[in-house]
């Protein structure tokens, strides 16, 4: 069973910095694309930051130069790096992996709340 379990979320002031992580209990972790998504108050969910399995990143416009994505396989654990934090970044932060070699996001995690204020 692929499950993402986040961490690290919580309220900050607006200018703060918070770092999410993200470990999956099992499942061929370094063999899977990994991202982060948002949904929030009454929106849809977005992406946000994706790494592939080769390390290959890629960021919303909204998040570009304030947020690094990186990964640690051996803890199997990604991580989403937030500075500059806006109160528009507040949000649920899901963590999700995807399908063996594919770039398809199958498993999701349960969110973390991320709460910036102002």
């Known amino acids: 069973q692929v499950q993402p379990v986040e961490s690290g979320g919580g309220l900050v002031q607006a200018g703060g910095s918070l770092r999410l992580s993200c470990t999956v209990s099992?499942?061929?972790?370094?063999?899977?694309?990994m991202g982060w998504f948002r949904r929030a108050p009454g929106k849809e969910r977005v992406f946000v930051a994706g790494?592939?399995?080769?390390?290959?990143?890629n960021y919303a416009d909204f998040v570009k130069g304030r947020c690094s994505i990186s990964r640690d396989n051996a803890l199997n654990t990604v991580y989403l790096q937030m500075n500059s934090l806006e109160p528009e970044d507040t949000a649920v932060y899901y963590c999700?992996?995807?399908?063996?070699?594919?770039?398809?996001?199958?498993?999701w995690g349960q969110g973390t709340q991320v709460t910036v204020s102002s």
């Open positions: 099992s499942g061929a972790f370094s063999t899977r694309g």
């Open positions: 999700a992996a995807t399908k063996l070699f594919t770039a398809v996001y199958e498993y």
């Open positions: 790494i592939s399995r080769t390390g290959t990143t």
